[in-house]
């Protein structure tokens, strides 16, 4: 955490330069009539906050990312970046090819859609198409491949930069399973702490940088849209007046608004204090005054608005917070989410430990993967932010992954070598086709395109809890995260006996003194696993988003 205060400038530099001109958009949106309350993590039920929701997603990932998390960074920025890709898609009249992958998919949607640049490309609501092809991603977690080096076409920002698409798209999901030229920035954090730089973040800073533009872009173009349909004909000009990228520092945000929303850290006291600081110079800012006496530069105004997003994220942490002191009454214990806590910090510790004393391999890398995600997902988790289950996804095939490199090293290195491998290989060479229910409901959290079904999923996080009730619509995501932890923890101890059976046991020990003693956690995970099991053909039901695009799914 002390490293974060020293996160290579490299790194920030591109992210907040793509971040530098969304102050126009938050004006439109405010104009627009997006909730200036909203829930930083809701995608919103109009679609002006749904827009607002996509810019705040860029401020979540750029948070995790400068917090040394570049993979759960990548978890929200994927999932964004197939969301636009779609909209950008059903703009430019581009159709999924049967047979075309996604990423090569979401290379021609943006490059028909960006052509003309700022001119808006824009069809009628009502637009049907021929059957059997649409503008929909063909997302499959459990089946993704490998993803080829294609580049695909590009899409010019500014005068003298380009980016492309195919490429971001193919460099994100090999990340996110464990592959490619950004694992080692996953070591770093994990087993190096943060401690110097980076030659990975760097390199996945700036092509995270390259999707926030393109999101951004894609929003504004919407935002432009909506205002022409609201008759604010001056407004798309306003949107278009700054360069997208703009040069706003390469300083890390304070940790103030990195830092995980617990009581003892991102909720203490102190930081509340300066979070209502700083949406109080906001919304002063937003209002056309000037609360410091002078214009701000621009890394102050980009600071500025990503500390405004982590002030009402704090804000909706203690309502939050405070809707369960009610409910609860005498039962509630503030003391109980720092308990939840030491689980998360000590699996995730382990893991990094691991991936120490295995080194640059496979089952180091996979280690490292796992140590990261389950920082990531804890984080998304204490925000309420469905993100969470998308990063759980990634870790339950990372678990999987060091599982059978601890079992079946043969096997583990064919699946390795193997360019048609998918994630659910991983998942069944390590023996887990119990957790099938599970797979299927957190893959489609990994995802954010026509094609998803959320409701469905979260049925299943529902209904695999112990004794459901009522109150499991409240309890899936931390469900599902405990029980993703408690197979870590499990993993990590199966590993670290491989190189050391005295280093076994010490992490068994440290387990059980958390859990309640030796045999509990093994216990507890078969009954998780035979209760998932049972929901093995839950149906996942309806698409989760609706719109004009849905008839050309």
């Known amino acids: 955490m002390l490293n974060i205060n020293n996160f290579p400038s490299s790194a920030v530099q591109p992210v907040l330069a793509s971040l530098s001109s969304v102050g126009l958009m938050d004006v439109a949106l405010r104009e ?5 309350d909203r829930f930083p993590a809701h995608y919103g039920s109009t679609w002006v906050d749904h ?30 970046f197939e969301r636009w890709t779609e909209n950008a898609a059903f703009n430019a009249d581009v159709t999924h090819i049967e047979g075309e992958s996604s990423a090569d998919f979401a290379g021609r949607a943006w490059h028909e859609c960006h052509k003309t640049y700022p001119f808006r490309m824009r069809r009628p609501a009502d637009t049907t198409g021929s059957e059997g092809r649409g503008h929909s991603i063909e ?44 694992v080692d920035a996953v070591q770093w954090e994990a087993g190096g702490l943060l401690d110097g730089d980076s030659m990975s973040i760097a390199k996945a800073a700036e092509c995270l940088a390259d999707a926030v533009t393109l999101i951004v872009r894609q929003i504004r173009l919407c935002l432009a849209t909506l205002a022409e349909e609201s008759d604010r004909n001056l ?28 009581p003892t850290t991102g ?16 919304e002063a800012t937003m209002k056309g005054k000037r609360p410091a006496g002078r214009l701000f530069r621009d ?7 990503f500390g405004a997003r982590r002030a009402r994220a704090a804000k909706c942490a203690v309502k939050a917070l405070e809707m369960e002191r009610r409910d609860l009454g005498d039962k509630f214990n503030i003391d109980a989410v720092s308990g939840r806590e030491m689980c998360y910090i000590t699996a995730a ?50 678990c999987a992954r060091m599982k059978v490199w601890a079992t079946k090293p043969e096997k583990a290195e064919r699946l390795e070598s193997s360019s048609s491998g998918t994630p659910k290989d991983w998942v069944n060479a390590a023996g887990w086709r119990r957790l099938t229910a599970l797979n299927r409901a957190l893959g489609e959290f990994a995802h954010a395109h026509a094609k998803i079904r959320w409701d469905g999923a979260r049925e299943i996080l529902w209904n695999i809890q112990r004794g459901g009730s009522g109150a499991s619509i409240h309890t899936a995501r931390g469900h599902a995260l405990d029980a993703l932890t408690s197979l870590l923890m499990v993993e990590c101890i199966r590993s670290a006996r491989v190189l050391s059976p005295a280093i076994g046991d010490a992490f068994e020990g440290i ?3 958390l859990v309640g003693g030796p045999g509990k956690l093994e216990s507890e995970l078969e009954d998780f696993l035979n209760r998932t099991l049972s929901h093995k053909n839950h149906p996942l039901g309806d698409y989760s988003f609706q719109g004009p695009a849905a008839s050309r799914r």
């Open 51 to 80: 827009l607002a929701w996509g810019v705040d997603s860029c401020f979540s990932a750029a948070r995790l990312l400068f917090s040394g998390q570049a993979i759960g960074a990548t978890v929200v920025l994927r999932s964004q």
């Open 511 to 513: 387990v059980n003194d």
């Open 267 to 282: 909720l203490s006291s102190d930081v509340l204090a300066e979070m209502d600081r700083v949406l109080a110079v906001y």
């Open 139 to 182: 997302g499959d977690w459990d089946n993704e491949p490998h993803a080829d080096g294609a580049m695909g076409p590009p899409v010019n920002i500014g005068e003298d930069h380009r980016v492309y698409p195919t490429q971001i798209l193919n460099l994100m999901s090999e990340f996110l399973h464990g592959r490619g030229p950004w």
């Open 349 to 398: 510790e382990m893991a990094g430990l691991l991936s120490v004393w295995q080194g640059n391999t496979p089952a180091g890398r996979a280690a490292a993967t796992c140590s990261s995600l389950m920082r990531s997902a804890y984080w998304l988790w204490l925000e309420d932010d469905d993100r969470a289950l998308g990063a759980l996804r990634c870790l339950l095939e990372q």
């Open 299 to 305: 890394d102050e105004l980009t600071h500025l608005h």
């Open 32 to 36: 627009l009539g997006a909730k200036t």
């Open 235 to 262: 407004m798309p000009e306003f949107l278009f007046s700054l360069p997208e990228r703009m040069p706003a520092g390469g300083v890390n945000p304070p940790l103030d608004y990195l830092i995980p929303l617990v």
